[in-house]
């Protein structure tokens, strides 16, 4: 299935999405962005965190189904993520198996490359600079042919993967940077904004799962460790910001009500399919908020 036409809304809104991601979580957002193919609804501008990243690539591509099939099906193989993975390859998520083996154009479910660059959206990933714990905004244009670098480095959680390099730079995930970039949606001009969350809306983020990674990697990374440790803090300050601007009509917030055993890395199929229903279902209210 390829993507509707740009321009389904026909206010004069600017309009944009986020998908913070969030691991095995994150198939919430797959469950979102399929409803939006099936509606044909598009946005001028895409924000993806870690995971949201990838789901967003396969959404601006118009593969529908595509993100579900690799949260159900290969996300269980032991070359996706596993304990094995991280004592050989040192990375517990094999990025370069999911965004290069399976999405490349010779791969089991590439990315329909050619939709992808055709889709008129602007196009934003977020990762954490490691040398300098500051936030790098890719954009469309530093994606390639089969060169999905950038996914793969705002994808990279600290400790359980090693740094992505970009240009000689070491990259983790977003999400400890700037894991709600609702701010910078706003900024670049957008007044209705789509926030997909894959926690709870009010269950504030805490710092402890957070000491002992950062811990580790501030041998190597320290302003990226840093960034880590106030992790909790700038989730829950940008959680906030994003009810603030749902109080004003700018942003729409979809939210899973639980988690359904899900975590990070931690999944089961039945969790996984209740999560994706989850989003799917949420997705019903966007229609409305961008006509509003």
């Known amino acids: 299935m390829t993507a509707a036409p740009a321009s389904s809304h026909t206010n004069a809104h600017k309009t944009g999405v986020i998908d913070v991601g969030g691991g095995f979580r994150a198939i919430f957002g797959a469950g979102v962005e399929d409803r939006l193919l099936e509606e044909g609804i598009n946005f001028d501008r895409c924000y993806g965190v870690s995971a949201g990243s990838a789901n967003l690539t396969s959404y601006m591509a118009g593969q529908l189904g595509r993100n579900h099939t690799f949260y159900t099906q290969y996300a269980f193989r032991k070359e996706y993520a596993s304990v094995d993975n991280f004592i050989h390859?040192?990375?517990?998520?094999?990025?370069?198996?999911?965004?290069?083996?399976?999405?490349?154009?010779?791969?089991?479910?590439?990315?329909?490359?050619?939709?992808?660059?055709?889709?008129?959206?602007?196009?934003?990933?977020?990762?954490?600079?490691?040398?300098?714990?500051?936030?790098?905004?890719?954009?469309?244009?530093?994606?390639?042919?089969?060169?999905?670098?950038?996914?793969?480095?705002?994808?990279?959680?600290?400790?359980?993967?090693?740094?992505?390099?970009?240009?000689?730079?070491?990259?983790?995930?977003?999400?400890?940077?700037?894991?709600?970039?609702?701010?910078?949606?706003?900024?670049?001009?957008?007044?209705?904004?789509?926030?997909?969350?894959?926690?709870?809306?009010?269950?504030?983020?805490?710092?402890?799962?957070?000491?002992?990674?950062?811990?580790?990697?501030?041998?190597?990374?320290?302003?990226?460790?840093?960034?880590?440790?106030?992790?909790?803090?700038?989730?829950?300050?940008?959680?906030?910001?994003?009810?603030?601007?749902?109080?004003?009509?700018?942003?729409?917030?979809?939210?899973p009500e639980e988690l359904y055993g899900l975590s990070t890395l931690t999944k089961t199929f039945e969790g996984l399919e209740r999560m994706y229903r989850a989003g799917y279902a949420q997705a019903a209210q966007i229609k409305d908020f961008l006509a509003s």
């Open 89 to 255: 390859k040192h990375n517990f998520c094999d990025l370069d198996y999911v965004y290069g083996t399976l999405s490349n154009h010779d791969g089991e479910n590439p990315v329909d490359y050619a939709a992808f660059e055709k889709n008129p959206a602007e196009f934003t990933v977020v990762a954490c600079n490691g040398e300098d714990g500051s936030a790098k905004y890719f954009t469309k244009d530093d994606v390639h042919y089969d060169d999905f670098s950038i996914m793969k480095a705002s994808s990279a959680v600290p400790v359980a993967c090693q740094p992505q390099f970009i240009d000689g730079v070491p990259y983790f995930d977003g999400g400890i940077v700037d894991p709600i970039p609702v701010q910078k949606a706003i900024d670049d001009g957008c007044d209705r904004v789509v926030v997909i969350l894959t926690r709870q809306l009010d269950v504030l983020r805490e710092q402890h799962h957070d000491v002992a990674p950062a811990r580790i990697l501030r041998h190597s990374y320290p302003a990226a460790a840093e960034r880590l440790l106030n992790r909790y803090k700038t989730y829950n300050d940008e959680v906030a910001l994003a009810k603030k601007y749902r109080d004003d009509g700018r942003v729409l917030i979809l939210a």
